[in-house]
């Protein structure tokens, strides 16, 4: 029976330091963000100026999309 104590008492060890190792390594890719160089949470700003351009863009993307219906 003691010996299976020290095998429960040991195996509880492990565990606890790989808790431990987990967390460490969640904490590191937290640090690092999601992959593309930005950190979780952060927005991009955009000036007035981009937020027109892209409005633009996407205006005139839909006016194609509406001239090829109007076409068939």
């Known amino acids: 029976?003691?010996?299976?104590?020290n095998v429960v008492t040991s195996l509880r060890a492990e565990?606890?330091?790989?808790?431990?190792e987990v967390e460490r390594v969640g904490k590191a890719l937290h640090?690092?963000?999601?992959?593309n160089g930005s950190k979780?949470?952060?927005?991009?700003i955009l000036s007035?100026?981009?937020?027109?351009?892209i409005a633009e863009a996407q205006r005139q993307r839909w006016?194609?999309?509406r001239k090829?219906?109007?076409a068939k």
């Open 1 to 5: 029976m003691s010996n299976m104590h």
């Open 15 to 20: 565990y606890n330091r790989l808790q431990k």
């Open 31 to 35: 640090a690092l963000g999601n992959g």
């Open 40 to 44: 979780p949470g952060v927005k991009r």
């Open 48 to 53: 007035k100026e981009a937020r027109e351009r």
């Open 63 to 65: 006016a194609k999309v």
């Open 68 to 70: 090829q219906q109007n």
